[in-house]
């Protein structure tokens, strides 16, 4: 079997989804991946949608205007493909869009408006992590109806953009890991010279200070790090800075 | 020190029989169960790779390279770690700095220029060989870990591999241990910070001087490295006010 062009194509796609410099701009990716889907899969249009854990929009974007303004509708009216395949994190089957009998729509608030837009025939797959659902990548058609194998190269397509997007959360993670460990060594080390400070100025020995550090802190509930970070600073509770 | 009385010191003797594999095993459930690296890594990881002593370094914020476990627990390690420390020069720092793994299999053959405070001081211990790991999350180096042995000659690759092991067993550790018990309220952890003392003085003598912090720290590496004392008995004599305090009040 030889390549045809739609397959080269195709892969080239998925390699520049899937192979970005640390530091990438998340939006543009997203765009790139609804061009992809537009020029590979023979659909008017797409978009995507990530939610956040607690259901807020994180992005969205869309192949063109008509579709950026679908996408919002959707998260205004709460209903609609992406929606439904954010929620299931399931691919949703071509779904024919029709004027004709509101009461048995699927989506009764979002199908005028699509259809308003020309937009005949909907279509969804999920944009995911190997982890996390993130949200999905939508498909709309005036005409042509994405076959079985359409969705197949789209879901393909969003799980490129999605070890993208799992590789920067990663990194985000590491950084933030780094931080909070530099963090809770410099905590030791500062209460360390708090003691010494301390001592210092009581004339007493460094077991003896840091007992009314940390008597001084529990007496008044603030954290241990915080006093002697304030001591460090050079201004030492009135309390704290008596012999008794 | 001999060998014998580092052991004596450290209390550990004979390496476990099981091996690294388990040794580190052991490792991973008690870092799970909330110990540190000092009680979670049971004594004799060193000798399970060939080695007189492996110290762990962490790098804070500013730069510096932060004791934070050592096997044997005293000895050796603990010396050659304090001296980089006073000197601010030798393998640990240069590790970081170049977030690559260096060795010198023979000290005393080693280009002088490579380390020019700290091979000197070295060659007065019974140290001839080391090797110095960068600790790496991501991309990022947290920290260092460096074996040394008081016979010449390099790692095998298999003693490689288990220092890498290990190396990555310390990182979990101290992942677990620093972000579980970040808090305070005075909750002695196993992670222990070997240099308590040097701390406890740069305090002490910042605040007897009325200097920062970060120049009383320099006053107390360069009286340390003037006189050839170690840096943690410069330390306690201060503390326990043996030394005046003012005689490093004064150009060194």
């Given amino acids: 079997m030889s390549a045809m062009r739609h397959d080269v194509l195709a892969a080239q796609a998925v390699v520049d989804l899937a192979a970005r410099a640390d530091g990438f701009d998340v939006l543009e990716l997203l765009h790139d991946l609804t061009t992809h889907a537009v020029s590979l899969l023979g659909v008017s249009s797409a978009g995507v949608t990530i939610l956040d854990e607690t259901g807020q929009v994180d992005y969205v974007t869309a192949s063109d205007e008509t579709c950026r303004r679908l996408e919002e509708d959707q998260l205004e009216l709460d209903e609609g493909p992406c929606v439904d395949s954010t929620r299931t994190g399931n691919a949703l089957a071509p779904v024919l869009l029709r004027a004709d009998r509101p009461s048995r729509r699927r989506w009764p608030r979002f199908t005028p408006r699509a259809l308003a837009a020309g937009i005949t025939n909907v279509a969804a797959v999920p944009l995911r992590t190997p982890q996390h659902p993130l949200g999905a990548l939508n498909l709309l058609s005036t005409g042509r109806v994405p076959t079985r194998e359409d969705l197949c190269l789209a879901q393909v397509l969003a799980d490129a953009a999605g070890v993208c997007l799992q590789h920067r959360q990663t990194l985000l993670a590491k950084d933030e890991v780094i931080c909070e460990l530099e963090t809770a060594l410099e905590s030791r080390i500062v209460i360390e010279q708090a003691k010494g400070v301390l001592a210092s100025r009581l004339g007493i020995d460094v077991e003896e200070a840091f007992v009314r550090l940390r008597g001084h802190a529990r007496s008044r509930q603030q954290k241990l790090t915080e006093l002697a970070a304030q001591i460090t600073r050079g201004s030492v509770p009135a309390e704290l800075d008596t012999v008794s | ?252």
Avoid at chain 2, 6 to 24: M, V
Avoid at chain 2, 103 to 112: K, N, T, V
């Fill in chain 2, 1 to 252: 020190m001999t060998r014998e009385e580092r052991d004596a010191a450290s209390g550990a003797a004979p390496p476990p029989k099981d091996g690294l594999s388990e040794l580190l095993a052991r490792a991973h459930l008690a870092a799970r169960n909330g110990h540190g690296p000092d009680t979670a890594v049971p004594p004799g990881a060193a000798r399970l790779l060939g080695l007189d002593a492996l110290t762990l370094n962490m790098l804070a914020a500013d730069g510096h390279l932060e004791l934070l476990w050592c096997d044997p627990a005293e000895g050796l390690g603990p010396e050659l770690d304090n001296l980089q420390y006073t000197l601010g020069d030798g393998p640990a720092l240069e590790a970081v700095k170049q977030g690559r793994t260096l060795s010198e299999p023979d000290l005393p053959a080693a280009d002088p220029a490579r380390w020019p405070l700290f091979l000197p001081a070295a060659a007065r211990t019974p140290v001839r060989a080391l090797i110095a790991a960068p600790l790496r999350l991501g991309a990022a180096t947290i920290g260092v870990l460096t074996g040394y042995r008081t016979a010449p000659g390099p790692l095998t690759p298999a003693q490689r591999r288990g220092l890498d092991r290990v190396g990555r067993t310390l990182v979990h550790l101290l992942y677990t241990e620093l972000i579980t018990s970040a808090d305070d309220g005075g909750a002695v952890t196993g992670l222990r910070l070997y240099r308590a003392e040097v701390h406890q003085a740069t305090g002490f003598l910042a605040s007897e001087l009325g200097i920062p912090m970060g120049q009383a720290l320099l006053r107390l590496r360069a009286h340390a490295a003037t006189y050839g004392h170690p840096l943690s008995d410069l330390a306690r004599d201060l503390l326990a006010r043996r030394l005046a305090p003012d005689t490093l009040d004064r150009a060194e």
